[in-house]
């Protein structure tokens, strides 16, 4: 059975159809990548599946449950976390702090708990801390739990918006070009690190750039182009399918 | 927090017992009226201020129309005593309860405002309930003020003296600074950070942002509102023009002059601010010449203050406060700044 | 925490200190009143004037004596025409300085906020604020010295309906003073056979009122009542120029100040308002007691601060001399509570505002008669007809 | 009252004429703000103190010196736009790159400064100015317009045409736009944002002082008349949409209209109140003003 079932979504913004028709499954356990050229629509993608958007047409469903028209925190909640292309971190709070945030849907501190400290919310205090410190140290960022996320390197700050995603235990991570801007060593890094969090029985969707990296990790690939899927399969087959050289190479030419 | 807590957050539990026990037993080693109700005035600003810091120090969503909330606990308690014979402690109560609903009035339209579109329509509330407290005069005195406000009592105790006003302010005050201090401390405190660095990464997170919005401004407002009520019985006549922008600006002023996302920067800003214009009440022996000057030269004073710090101290007085005692921890030769 | 004590406990000790020094000269040790005068903020056109001349007068009593031989002493606080320090300049006045008697507030606002303090204390207040709440809203120990509307309405009116006026359009600010004169004029206007056509108000700080005036000027009124104070008297007699309405206009008390003149300039000709017989000393006649002491002070004020003292300078004279007049028919151990039932036996005292006197009912203590309507001719006040 | 008669033709023009006065004023007003805004994305709180000092120095330079009113209203404005270019100098630049809040506190700090300075230098009075040109009102349809209301429209359209020009014709205007658009862009492509954040701080005093300068002839001016005109020169900024010229220019207008209108047809006690709810409203449903297209803020 299918962790998380897309069909027939389409996004559209004023006459733009930024996602098209699109369908696809992602199974349990697997880490499946999205790739398609700029502007192919794999961040609105992302943001439909989260909540962030909302789609004209088409189910998003997600260990059963129907994900379009939830609102972003409620997905979160279900199971389904997510990081961005542009880090959205929390840059005066320190790793361990961002992270914390991250434990928000598994804690239960309400404002009214939080401002008497009623009895429990110092045990689930200490609890959360100890959770966002295992997932810092997961990610290899134990060692920079009291600087504040402004102050770390692109890099980690990567690792960091990943770990704080994890905090939040989800069952499904969306990972929005983790690689983007690292260098190589880094990016094998996160390489490692992506496949702990598989070994942690997290299932992945991952959109990047970093071919090398798809390829190196991923069960399968998904291939967008101007809204539309043009593929899917795993690596090997996506690296020959005519309609993806093409798409790619198209791309090419319009850089150069 | 720091990696160390444990020294740290001895040394600030130690400052905070002493400076509670000073100002606790202040009316007993030396009781002045005049600088009791200045600084029972200072602790109403430090109540509204831990609740505005709350809202825009570490929610970061901005309010110039505190005054309100401010106003409509005074005449909420006001009116309730006055013309209804209600005990103090139920105006109190009541108090709170109609500013929180006041500030879930205003939350609600204005969820999707940010900056700028956000201070213009909280300023704009706070107009119009200034029009309101005027032209109600059937229930608020109108224009005229409301007066003959009782003191403070709770069943045949009465509190009348400068003495246990100035008592009566700053242990809400401690409750106010202890409850907004958990909240900030905690779980909330951080959702509250969170959506003020990043709205996006905070729902990421599993955040409500519409309900931790909403739930932000409605503890603020009740904050004012308490802050309200404690005016109305102290000073026992309140009027519209207690409750005007400029209080709220003024009050924006004291939150970031203290330092945003610090609630202790916060109370202090409102103190430094509060004192200014009475700082003969708190500096001994000034001659009538000096006060007079002080008087005349007011404004100027705080407009300078805001500047000179803003300028000199970025992050506002609590950062200031930080760097000094930094400054000052590695003068002493300190054995081991094991931090990463 | 100890440290904190030791704070504590210095502040006391320098304040002891402090206070012992004041005493210098231990024989005549100077009668204290305390004043709260809005130096500051909106009021500050009015509370400077006020504060001139209670300097001027101190001066001049010590100089002849003072009381029974001791001197007095006005300490002269600022509340920024600001409730809240009107309230901290009370206590401290009270507490600190142990003042007999409170001269003050400027505003009604602040007069109305030091009333609580004023009653735990049990001393005597002398308001030079106008609002009619301050004695309708009866207080043994508060007394005023202005004119209230309830005295000055009544008086236009009857002015008025001599004219042969009976549709009148009523115009005023929203702040004190207008929202009072305006409760008042209604609640009068049938006793003098008159109805409103027409209600308009403004803000304080309102700079144009032609939309208010064209709905007037098509109510078609007989004249206009224009009750307020501030500098926007001057803009509602321009724009009733610009409108090109003919019909006459008529202020209040709060228009005795020749910056309306100026600030209207041809458009304040004809304008008409009533106010104490101050601004034209002559009209009590030149050989009475009224003439004598409204000329003797504008000449003073006049020489000492260059400029002709405003009717707010009058109320300060009226509120100070009130006290002093009282202070010098008590022995010298005197208490509070003789202090106001001194005050509040006031008789035929001739001050600036007219000739005051209070009872156990009435503590603005003026009438009718010590009011005249002038007329704004050349640019200079004259009575009018 | 209940005794509201129909109102006419020319009673109508004459509310339309009121407004469209006031709205000029709120209007210069409002360009200010969104001069500011545009350059720094903070709210200059001084904005009323400049419309104040505009007037209040050309009293100054009328009366105090003796100069002859056109030289006194020049020289006023140019000392005025000095004011500006100084507070930017003294206050803000040193700090202009810590994000609009403490900038915001700053002008907060520095309207204090400027409305206390006007007191202790020129007096707790109101003052009077004279009319630009001295005579009866124009008939107009059966509506009076005094003179002083055509210079004040002769003067606002002449700032409005010279900032358009500004900003359509010359180097800086368009450096002026690139930093509205996007500050780190325009940096990054070599323009002086310094620069024009001060030359914003200068025209921004400048046309306040223009504003209080026209305007006082008919109302006078006084210490403390800064804040409540600064309030309504941002509610007119925000009513038209932030950082838009044009816009704020409507929004002053609109603003002027609202209040006449609301006079004229409701009630007058009620003016603010209405104008207020209109804006509460448009906020509520068209955060990004009435007359801007510029696109909300993306996440």
Same mark, same amino acid.
């Given at each position: 059975m299918s962790l998380l079932a897309v069909r027939e979504v389409t996004k559209r913004f004023g006459g733009l159809t930024a996602v098209d028709a699109v369908s696809f499954d992602t199974h349990e356990g697997q880490i499946k990548a999205i790739i398609g050229p700029n502007g192919a629509g794999k961040t609105t993608l992302f943001n439909v599946l989260t909540g962030f958007e909302r789609p004209e047409d088409g189910t998003v469903t997600f260990d059963g449950r129907e994900v379009v028209g939830m609102r972003p925190h409620r997905v979160v909640r279900a199971g389904v976390a997510r990081t961005f292309q542009n880090t959205q971190l929390f840059d005066e709070m320190s790793a361990l702090e961002n992270a914390l945030v991250g434990r928000f849907p598994r804690t239960r501190t309400g404002m009214f708990s939080a401002s008497l400290r009623l009895p429990g919310t110092a045990k689930e205090e200490r609890l959360a801390q100890e959770e966002a410190a295992k997932t810092l140290r997961l990610v290899g960022l134990g060692d920079a739990s009291s600087v504040p996320a402004g102050d770390l390197p692109h890099g980690r700050r990567r690792l960091l918006e990943i770990a704080r995603a994890l905090a939040t235990e989800p069952r499904l991570m969306l990972l929005d070009e983790p690689a983007a801007g690292l260098n190589s060593s880094e990016t094998e890094a996160l390489a490692e690190v992506l496949y702990r969090i598989r070994a942690e029985g997290i299932t992945l969707l991952v959109v990047e750039h970093d071919m090398g990296l798809v390829m190196e990790v991923s069960d399968d690939i998904v291939v967008l182009n101007e809204g539309k899927k043009i593929a899917e399969g795993p690596p090997r087959l996506i690296q020959k399918d005519p309609a993806v050289i093409e798409a790619y190479l198209g791309e090419e030419e319009a850089d150069a | 927090m720091g990696a160390r807590p444990g020294r740290a957050q001895r040394s600030r539990l130690v400052l905070i017992a002493a400076i509670v026990i000073a100002l606790a037993a202040l009316p007993f080693v030396y009781s002045d009226a005049y600088l009791l109700k200045v600084l029972s005035f200072v602790g109403i600003n430090v109540i509204i201020v831990a609740g505005l810091s709350l809202l825009f120090g570490y929610a970061g969503q901005v309010s110039l129309g505190h005054a309100a909330f401010y106003g409509i606990g005074a005449y909420t308690s006001g009116v309730l005593a006055v013309r209804f014979g209600w005990p103090w402690i139920a105006c109190v109560a009541a108090a709170v309860v109609v500013s929180a609903i006041g500030g879930l009035i205003l939350a609600v339209p204005t969820l999707r405002l940010k900056g700028h579109y956000l201070a213009m329509a909280t300023l704009a509330f706070g107009q119009i309930a200034y029009v309101a407290f005027v032209e109600a005069k059937g229930i608020? %005195? %109108?224009?005229?003020g409301l007066s003959g406000i009782p003191s403070p009592s709770l069943g045949p105790l009465e509190l009348r003296s400068a003495e246990s006003n100035y008592l009566l302010v700053w242990f809400f005050v401690g409750v106010a600074l202890l409850l907004a201090g958990n909240i900030v401390a905690l779980r909330p405190g951080r959702a509250l950070r969170a959506l003020h660095a990043s709205e996006a990464g905070a729902q990421a997170c599993g955040i409500d942002v519409v309900r931790t919005k909403v739930q932000v401004f409605v503890v603020s407002a009740s904050l004012a509102g308490l802050a309200g009520s404690l005016f109305a019985h102290l000073v026992g006549f309140i009027s519209p023009s207690s409750f005007t922008l400029v209080l709220s600006i003024e009050l924006v002023a004291m939150v970031v002059l203290g330092g945003m996302g610090s609630l202790a920067g916060a109370a202090l800003g409102a103190v430094v601010l509060t004192l200014i214009p009475n700082l003969d009440a708190v500096v001994p022996g000034m001659s009538p010449r000096a006060v007079e000057l002080l008087q005349d030269w007011n404004a100027d004073i705080f407009g300078v203050i805001l500047i000179v710090v803003m300028l000199f101290m970025p992050g506002g007085l609590a950062a200031g406060a930080g760097r000094l005692a930094g400054w000052v921890r590695r003068r002493r030769p300190a054995p081991s700044e094991a931090e990463a | 925490m100890a440290l904190a004590l030791m704070l504590t406990l210095a502040m006391v000790g320098c304040q002891q200190g402090g206070e012992e020094t004041t005493d210098l000269k231990p024989t005549e040790e100077p009668i204290k009143i305390g004043a709260v005068v809005s130096l500051t903020g909106p009021y500050a056109g009015l509370g400077g004037p006020e504060k001139n001349v209670i300097d001027m007068e101190v001066a001049k009593i010590n100089a002849e004596g003072g009381i029974n031989g001791r001197p007095i002493e006005v300490l002269i606080e600022d509340d920024g025409t600001d409730e809240k320090k009107a309230q901290a300049a009370t206590a401290k006045l009270i507490?600190?300085?142990?003042?007999v008697a409170l001269i003050g507030a400027t505003g009604t606002g602040q007069t109305m906020a030091m009333r609580g303090d004023v009653d735990k204390a049990g001393i005597p207040q002398v308001s030079m604020a106008g609002g009619t709440v301050i004695t309708q809203q009866f207080d043994k120990l508060v007394f005023q010295t202005p004119w209230s509307n309830t005295i000055v309405v009544p008086y236009t009116l009857k002015y008025l309906q001599g004219k042969g006026y009976k549709k009148v359009a009523l115009i005023a600010d929203d702040g004190g003073f207008g929202k009072d004169g305006i409760a008042v004029l209604k609640a009068n206007l049938a006793k003098y056979g008159m109805t409103a056509v027409a209600e308009e108000s403004f803000k304080p700080e309102d700079t144009d009122m032609t939309a208010q005036m064209t709905k007037i000027k098509n109510a078609k009124p007989d004249v206009i009542i224009m009750w307020t104070a501030g500098a926007n008297s001057a803009v509602v007699l321009k724009n009733a120029e610009q409108l090109k309405i003919d019909i006459p206009i008529v202020g209040s008390h709060g228009n005795a100040r020749m910056e309306l003149v100026k600030g209207a300039g041809a458009a304040a000709e004809g304008f008409r308002f009533p106010a104490g017989k101050i601004l034209l000393p002559d009209e009590y006649g030149t050989d009475s007691e009224e003439y004598k002491v409204a000329k003797s002070f504008v000449d003073e004020y006049t020489k000492k601060y260059g400029e002709a003292p405003s009717t707010f300078a009058g109320h300060a004279y009226d509120a100070l001399y009130i006290i002093v007049d009282a202070l010098k028919k008590l022995p010298a151990d005197f208490t509070s509570a003789q202090l106001r039932d001194e005050i509040e036996k006031t008789k035929d005292f001739i001050g600036i505002g007219g000739t005051f006197n209070y009872s156990p009912t009435d503590h603005n203590g003026l009438k009718e008669s010590d009011l005249v309507m002038y007329e704004v001719k050349g640019g200079k006040w004259v009575i009018a007809k | 009252m209940g005794v509201d008669a129909e109102v006419t033709g020319s009673e109508l023009l004459q509310f339309i004429i009121a407004g469209l006065k006031n709205g000029s004023i709120y209007a210069l007003v409002a360009l200010g703000f969104t001069i500011v805004y545009a350059s720094t994305k903070a709210i200059n709180f001084a904005q009323g103190e400049f419309y104040m000092f505009g007037g209040m120095f050309a009293v100054f330079f009328l009366s105090g010196l003796g100069m002859p009113l056109a030289l006194a209203a020049l020289v006023s404005v140019i000392t005025v736009t000095a004011v500006g270019l100084g507070f930017d100098r003294v206050a803000i630049r040193p700090r202009r790159d810590a994000g609009p809040l403490t900038l915001i506190i700053i002008t907060i700090g520095g309207s204090m400064v400027f409305q206390s300075f006007a007191r202790h230098a020129f007096g707790p009075d109101e003052r009077p100015l004279p009319v630009f040109t001295a005579g009866p009102s124009i008939d107009f349809f059966g509506a009076a317009i005094e003179r002083q209301t055509l210079w004040i429209w002769a003067l606002t359209a002449v700032a409005v045409v010279a900032l358009t020009i500004l900003y359509t014709r010359t180097k800086l205007g368009r450096a002026m736009r690139a930093c509205m658009e996007n500050r780190e862009a325009a940096r990054l492509m070599g323009i002086d944002t310094n620069r024009v954040v001060t030359i914003s701080f200068g025209l921004a005093a400048g046309l306040g002082a223009l504003g209080g300068l026209v305007v006082t002839p008919l109302t006078q001016t006084a210490f403390n008349v800064g804040p409540s005109m600064g309030v309504k020169g941002f509610a007119a900024a925000i009513l038209g949409g932030l950082g838009n010229p044009l816009a704020a220019v409507a929004g002053g207008i609109t603003l002027g209209l609202l209040e006449s209108l609301s006079i004229g047809f409701l009630s007058s006690t009620y003016k603010d109140v209405i104008a207020l709810a209109v804006l509460l409203a448009v906020l509520v449903l068209r955060p990004e003003g009435l007359f801007s297209r510029a696109s909300r803020e993306k996440m």
């Open positions: - | 608020t %005195g %109108g224009i005229d | 507490d600190k300085e142990k003042v | -």
